[in-house]
């Protein structure tokens, strides 16, 4: 569809060019103002149908979404999930109610959300809603970690089957859920409603309760070390042939083999081996943490490069709990002031604001960025303040 923007005097319009013979549902916008609908007159230029949206008073979306805060943002996405309602009270087909974020306006005055009817738009239904959320999600202040979690949970109601304008309403008058602030308070339910484990509710317990069992076998090492010559000088292996006494020079010899042996053998099962905290130089003064959408998983901090997150504990820097989450799903890298995100050809895949990443390409990351690991979402969160653990 070819359109344009135009000024004439203090008036401003928007045209948009159509196909077609005049319709049934062009003569009922041009004698009625449906709500939610911009006024619309259809003219005729050398014989191409041409409709003229009035602007005057309104804005774009675009320029709205510039520092407004969450209760704003809930009050327009009500009215632009209504939009499909008001244009089935006049019309059969709803789906020429555009959903574009270019094509919709706000009066500032009023805060009234208005669009355009457009039958020939291709976009339609959820498609439609899950490219507006992306278009806000670039728009909105990003800094606002409320307002990410709202859109970026919306964005995930959309791409599940089943989601209808209804639902998304619903999740939007609801939030922030009750149930996840029940959660983070003391003595709240370990899960959410519907949720079948507790995987993240008990992932520090059972941290705390693995501390002495990670150790065993560099232990069984280290004793093994110490016991081996002493149970071969109980046994005579040392003794000399004449006088039965010590070889102490043998044994010392084999205690030195032993022990040296023993520690190579602890120091290469060590769990915490190379995993020194390295954190972010003080230069720059940044850490980089990973903030679950899913609102009952706690954050991610990365203390040291490269990092690894995954499903398994001893091999992943970052536990992740989501379904679909391979042992090691991905890692990040750091070169210079900037880090870096790759897959590590994991079978869900990596996904960065929603494009899945080719398996071992580096992806700069940016404060704000959308990761999805399986079927876990994480906002990365860069900030200023040193990360303290």
């Not at 077609?20 to 050398?46: A, C, H, K």
């Not at 071992?360 to 994480?378: A, S």
Request: glycine share 10%.
């Amino acid at each position: 569809m070819e359109k344009k923007l135009v000024e004439e005097g203090m008036k401003k319009y928007l045209k948009i060019q159509g196909n077609g013979d005049e319709t049934m549902s062009d003569r009922m916008f041009s004698y009625q103002n449906i709500p939610g609908f911009l006024p619309v007159e259809i003219t005729w230029v050398n014989g191409q149908k041409q409709y003229v949206y009035d602007l005057s008073g309104k804005v774009s979306l675009e320029s709205y979404l510039s520092g407004v805060g969450v209760d704003q943002v809930k009050a327009i996405l009500i009215q632009i999930l209504d939009l499909p309602d008001h244009l089935g009270d006049y019309l059969l087909d709803t789906n020429g109610a555009v959903m574009e974020g270019e094509e919709i306006y706000i009066d500032p005055r009023t805060e009234t959300v208005y669009t355009v009817y457009q039958p020939d738009t291709p976009y339609h239904g959820m498609a439609a809603i899950v490219r507006l959320l992306e278009f806000i999600m670039k728009r909105v202040n990003q800094q606002n970690q409320e307002l990410m979690f709202l859109i970026y949970g919306l964005h995930r109601q959309a791409m599940e089957g089943g989601a209808t304008c209804q639902i998304l309403k619903s999740y939007i008058r609801e939030y922030p859920r009750q149930e996840t602030k029940k959660n983070k308070e003391p003595g709240g339910p370990k899960n959410l409603p519907g949720e079948a484990d507790d995987v993240w509710q008990t992932e520090r317990e059972r941290e705390a309760e693995n501390k002495v069992t990670d150790y065993w076998l560099p232990g069984l090492f280290l004793l093994a070390g110490l016991g081996i010559p002493i149970v071969l000088w109980y046994f005579g292996i040392f003794s000399l042939p004449v006088s039965g006494g010590t070889d102490w020079t043998m044994f010392a010899g084999a205690a030195a083999f032993f022990l040296g042996t023993a520690g190579y053998g602890a120091w290469k099962t060590w769990p915490e081996k190379g995993k020194t905290d390295v954190k972010w130089e003080a230069d720059s003064g940044k850490t980089v943490c990973l903030i679950p959408c899913q609102g009952r998983e706690e954050p991610v901090p990365i203390t040291r490069y490269p990092f690894t997150v995954g499903e398994d504990r001893e091999r992943a820097d970052g536990v992740l709990a989501a379904r679909e989450v391979n042992a090691i799903h991905a890692r990040f890298v750091r070169e210079g002031d900037t880090v870096f995100v790759m897959d590590e050809e994991s079978d869900a895949g990596t996904y960065y604001n929603d494009e899945r990443l080719v398996p071992w390409q580096k992806t700069p990351l940016k404060d704000g960025d959308l990761l999805r690991f399986g079927q876990g979402e994480y906002v990365v969160e860069i900030t200023e303040r040193p990360y303290v653990g």
